[in-house]
């Protein structure tokens, strides 16, 4: 039978009411349909989902599939030719097509970019009374999403292994009903001193842990493993060489839609190299408060004898006249003085560290230290030191420390704003407490550094560092002052023109 006849066949015979009706059933079917008929597949038909997938443009009957195809987005030479020539082995084997996620080149979906989709379908030749194929029907459904969800997963796994793999973590997974490892990757039994391709279980790793930690890890691995909880803990492992290894296990007890733990997951770290340095570390601060004590509480003692040798000289050479040599006298105590604060700062500073700041206190009025405390800074400031607004309060408190706390506060307000001739302080109850303010219009904090400046040794970042000399253990001291009589202290901007100093005390009842 020539092509005409079978058109024939097609279009007026039995086959093509069949057609009529198999159109109908097929326009609105939730799968593509697409009917393509003679050796150049000609478009017979294409139901309305086929069309979506076109851009929704509604081509003739007759159309050659070449130029079906060639009307995609994207759809090059190359791929074009690969489809016609699949059209033509179907039509020519009369032998069905079925793909699964069958990957098409094609752009789609109207003015969208021309993107990757894929298709479950079957492409089935149509045969006449002779068994001759006259045509194609294409059927199929698309699973773009499915296959990209999967590939997503995959990608996600192995983005997850590579990130395990290059940070050296070790992975394990134990099946809680059976109790048992059921996996662990290479660098987990690494951790534990075994090879990548050793058997690895619950024994094996329970008994490489070092028997001091042992029981601690059982009992947070019990613990998360019962209450569905998380599970982090270090712990030594023995090697079979004798080595011993610092280890981090993570982990987490996962549990089904009931609520029932099933699985116990988690990662190993080996940390060994970050606790010798951690160890080393506190060695070394250790090294560095004994030497503090030492040095300090072995200065105190000479330092103030020179201090008084050199009190008396100033005082001689001033009573003989000695005008020249009297004022270089002066200076050698303004010195000396300043190295017997430091000293003395040292001093604290390694009573804090070894918590022997011991606090002698009683009951006193907060308004006569604060004018005592000004009265003996005054004298040797440029600045105006002014008591403004302090209430008549008792506190039970070190007189001495708490003197130290204004001190230093004060002599920072001065410190810091050379440009100025004001300094204020306040005091001022609160509820249940009294609060203490030194207000200053220096150089101010800068917000990031308002919680910083009271750590130990924390110099601010001023730009011209070397106009405000000093060690920064002043704050660190008088934070530690204030919290063991169960105060706060902290610092707030004194709107844009310098500092406000403030600390907090327990009122007395
Ligand atoms: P030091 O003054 O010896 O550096 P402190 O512990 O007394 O040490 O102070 C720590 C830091 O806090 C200082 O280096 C400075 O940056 C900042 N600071 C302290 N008081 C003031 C102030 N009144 N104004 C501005 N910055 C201050």
């Known amino acids: 039978m020539g092509k005409s006849n079978k058109l024939q066949y097609l279009n007026k015979g039995v086959v093509s009411n069949e057609v009529e009706v198999l159109k109908k059933m097929f326009e609105y079917a939730p799968v593509y349909v697409c009917l393509l008929e003679g050796p150049d597949h000609r478009l017979k038909y294409m139901n309305k989902i086929f069309r979506q997938l076109y851009g929704g443009v509604d081509l003739p009957e007759g159309t050659p599939a070449?130029?079906?195809?060639?009307?995609?987005?994207?759809?090059?030479?190359?791929?074009?030719?690969?489809?016609?020539?699949?059209?033509?082995?179907?039509?020519?084997?009369?032998?069905?097509?079925?793909?699964?996620?069958?990957?098409?080149?094609?752009?789609?979906?109207?003015?969208?970019?021309?993107?990757?989709?894929?298709?479950?379908?079957?492409?089935?030749?149509?045969?006449?009374?002779?068994?001759?194929?006259?045509?194609?029907?294409?059927?199929?459904?698309?699973?773009?999403?499915?296959?990209?969800?999967?590939?997503?997963?995959?990608?996600s796994k192995e983005r997850l292994t590579l990130a395990i793999e290059g940070a050296d973590i070790g992975f394990w997974e134990t099946d809680l009903k059976r109790g048992e490892l059921d996996y662990t990757n290479e660098q987990c039994k690494v951790h534990f001193g075994y090879s990548p391709g050793d058997e690895f279980t619950r024994d094996d790793f329970y008994n490489a842990i070092h028997p001091e930690d042992r029981p601690a890890v059982k009992e947070k691995a019990q613990d998360a493993m019962e209450n569905a909880g998380n599970f982090k803990v270090e712990y030594r492992v023995q090697h079979s060489d004798g080595s011993l290894r610092w280890i981090l296990a993570r982990g987490q007890t996962l549990t089904d839609s009931d609520g029932q733990p099933y699985r116990f997951i988690g990662i190993t770290l080996d940390i060994t190299e970050s606790k010798e340095a951690e160890k080393k570390l506190k060695e070394a601060v250790r090294i560095r408060d004994d030497f503090l004590a030492i040095a300090s509480h072995e200065l105190q003692t000479p330092i103030t004898s020179v201090r008084t040798l050199s009190e008396l000289l100033e005082l001689k050479l001033k009573k003989d006249g000695e005008q020249e040599y009297a004022g270089q006298a002066a200076k050698i105590n303004k010195g000396i003085n300043q190295l017997s604060k430091f000293i003395a700062n040292l001093l604290d500073f390694s009573r804090i560290q070894e918590g022997k700041l011991q606090l002698e206190k009683s009951d006193l009025i907060l308004n006569d230290l604060i004018k005592d405390t000004v009265e003996s800074i005054q004298p040797i400031s440029d600045h105006d030191v002014i008591i403004e607004a302090v209430d008549?309060?008792?506190?039970?408190?070190?007189?001495?420390?708490?003197?130290?706390?204004?001190?230093?506060?004060?002599?920072?307000?001065?410190?810091?704003?050379?440009?100025?001739?004001?300094?204020?302080?306040?005091?001022?109850?609160?509820?249940?407490?009294?609060?203490?303010?030194?207000?200053?219009?220096?150089?101010?904090?800068?917000?990031?550094?308002?919680?910083?400046?009271?750590?130990?040794?924390?110099?601010?970042?001023?730009?011209?560092?070397?106009?405000?000399?000093?060690?920064?253990?002043?704050?660190?001291?008088?934070?530690?002052?204030?919290?063991?009589?169960?105060?706060?202290?902290?610092?707030?901007?004194?709107?844009?023109?310098?500092?406000?100093?403030?600390?907090?005390?327990?009122?007395?009842?």
């Open 66 to 155: 070449e130029k079906i195809l060639s009307e995609f987005k994207g759809a090059g030479e190359k791929e074009i030719n690969e489809r016609m020539q699949l059209l033509d082995s179907i039509y020519n084997s009369g032998e069905a097509f079925i793909a699964n996620e069958f990957q098409s080149f094609f752009g789609y979906r109207g003015e969208n970019e021309s993107e990757e989709a894929f298709f479950n379908l079957i492409c089935q030749p149509m045969k006449d009374e002779k068994e001759e194929t006259y045509g194609l029907f294409i059927t199929g459904y698309e699973v773009t999403e499915h296959v990209r969800a999967r590939q997503e997963k995959a990608y």
């Open 392 to 509: 008549n309060i008792s506190v039970h408190v070190d007189e001495f420390r708490i003197g130290q706390v204004i001190t230093n506060l004060v002599n920072n307000a001065i410190k810091y704003s050379p440009e100025s001739e004001k300094i204020i302080v306040r005091a001022k109850e609160k509820e249940d407490q009294v609060i203490v303010s030194v207000v200053d219009f220096g150089i101010g904090v800068s917000e990031h550094e308002r919680e910083t400046i009271f750590q130990r040794f924390y110099k601010g970042n001023q730009p011209h560092k070397k106009t405000y000399p000093g060690f920064g253990i002043g704050l660190f001291i008088s934070s530690q002052i204030v919290q063991q009589h169960g105060g706060d202290i902290w610092v707030e901007d004194n709107n844009g023109k310098g500092s406000e100093f403030k600390f907090s005390l327990p009122k007395n009842d």
